[in-house]
């Protein structure tokens, strides 16, 4: 398809408004679970050793996303445009904190999430059919590719992939909760320790650990405001799906462990790569986890569209505002999409996950992630103080705790990583480093023009 550049100012509203209340649900709890979940408990097993720090530390998670989804709520209601968190960090701090969000978002938070998707869906493809680790890593970049055309095709194919997913998934994960929760024969046991830990004593340090996992499986509650502009109805619906879909996620998550804790041991659990797969297995057979493996990977999927769909909305609302690449502007005149920023994120985010791995490329994502986490809920301090005139529809109760309370946590964090994965955080660092001269040598230049945007 030719290219065309337009002069013209164009608004960021061109934009298809198609989604409603469900649309962003969906899109929240679509995207939240994904792997994590069916990942994460081994890791949260090996740090503590009962059952009521295990739901405690998923609990902790749970309210801390809301309480960030509470801010962010606050800010979407004033500024209920397409760009989420770049948006409300331009809004606050200026241009270039924007920027380096969305660079930051391009070349690894986002994209490095997309990946890592990526790679769990050819992971868990590979338990389910023999696959070498070349047709294991085209599998990952196939799922990738797949998915970016079907959202490059328009906003409704995307949405009615992520709600179709979404709907499968929760019915599917209600199911083995249930099942678990009814047909396991282990007592539930709060405080006893595991049986290959010397002491059930509770260690701070061991809980940031798991809290650092947590969080993990938490990532991708804020992407609901990536597309706040393509909602019917943002100001009221873009809070409510915050909230909604993060509660959801948070009884999901608490029930899930419930569950594999009334099956399995917590030995059992600490040495299993595949906890929900061991638990069903356990209860069901072999042929009952094969059954699971097709659940993991539609939430999988699942995760990944939201991903995918969501994050070019951010490169064009910056491009829009003059403070990203021109390119990204571009919509496609018939199908009414960012192309070229999905076009570029996908190819992206295709070689990362064929060049990966999962680990890797989650502590490479969760550093980087957490430094504009706090600084997006700390917008709601700085906005309260330099423009208390705005209109907000919503406000985020218990102003300023809760938000206070998520800044800490975001610092502990990004202190907790440095000390622990010194090499994931450094990528992280160099990342936004190389940002800056690409800043001013490429965008600043551009501030002082009005808002540019080309079209398809």
């Not at 770049?86 to 978002?105: E, M």
Request: glycine share 10%; charged share 10%; hydrophobic share 50%.
């Amino acid at each position: 398809m030719a290219l065309r550049t337009s002069n013209q100012s164009v608004p960021v509203d061109r934009l298809r408004k198609e989604l409603n209340l469900f649309d962003g649900v969906a899109i929240v709890v679509g995207t939240i679970i994904g792997s994590g979940i069916f990942l994460i408990p081994s890791t949260i097993a090996a740090q503590l050793h009962s059952l009521a720090t295990v739901l405690l530390v998923w609990i902790v998670g749970g309210i801390l996303t809301l309480f960030g989804a509470l801010s962010l709520a606050e800010i979407g209601s004033i500024f209920p445009g397409t760009g989420g968190l770049c948006t409300y960090l331009r809004q606050a701090y200026g241009p270039l904190p924007a920027f380096l969000y969305a660079w930051a978002l391009l070349v690894m938070i986002h994209s490095g999430s997309i990946a890592a998707l990526g790679v769990a869906f050819g992971l868990y493809a590979g338990q389910i059919a023999p696959l070498t680790m070349i047709e294991v890593k085209l599998l990952s970049v196939l799922s990738i590719v797949t998915l970016t055309i079907i959202n490059c095709i328009g906003i409704r194919g995307g949405k009615l992939v992520q709600n179709f997913i979404a709907s499968a998934k929760m019915g599917g994960v209600a199911g083995v909760i249930l099942l678990l929760n009814t047909k396991g024969t282990r007592p539930i046991h709060l405080l006893a320790a595991q049986e290959t830990s010397i002491a059930a004593s509770f260690s701070l340090t061991n809980f940031t650990i798991a809290l650092v996992a947590v969080l993990w499986a938490y990532e991708g509650w804020h992407v609901i405001s990536f597309v706040a502009g393509e909602m019917q109805r943002p100001t009221r619906d873009l809070p409510r799906s915050l909230i909604y879909g993060t509660t959801i996620v948070m009884l999901i998550f608490v029930a899930a462990n419930l569950g594999y804790y009334h099956t399995l041991s917590p030995g059992e659990i600490q040495s299993s790569n595949a906890v929900a797969a061991s638990a069903v297995q356990k209860v069901f057979g072999s042929f009952a986890s094969s059954t699971l493996s097709v659940l993991i990977l539609i939430s999988v999927l699942g995760s990944l569209n939201g991903m995918i769909l969501t994050g070019p909305r951010v490169y064009y609302a910056m491009a829009c505002e003059g403070i990203f690449p021109r390119a990204f502007g571009r919509l496609s005149d018939r199908h009414g999409t960012p192309m070229v920023a999905l076009g570029v994120q996908g190819l992206w985010a295709a070689t990362l996950a064929a060049s990966g791995s999962y680990q890797q490329l989650f502590t490479d994502v969760i550093f980087t992630a957490w430094i504009f986490y706090g600084l997006a809920v700390a917008a709601v301090l700085v906005l309260r103080r330099t423009q208390p005139q705005l209109e907000r529809v919503f406000s985020v109760p218990g102003y300023p705790w809760l938000s206070l309370l998520f800044c800490a946590t975001a610092a502990g964090v990004i202190f907790s990583t440095l000390v622990e994965r010194p090499g994931g955080a450094s990528v992280g660092l160099g990342l936004l480093a190389i940002g800056v001269p690409v800043y001013f040598l490429g965008i600043g230049s551009r501030q002082a023009s009005p808002k540019e945007r080309t079209s398809a």
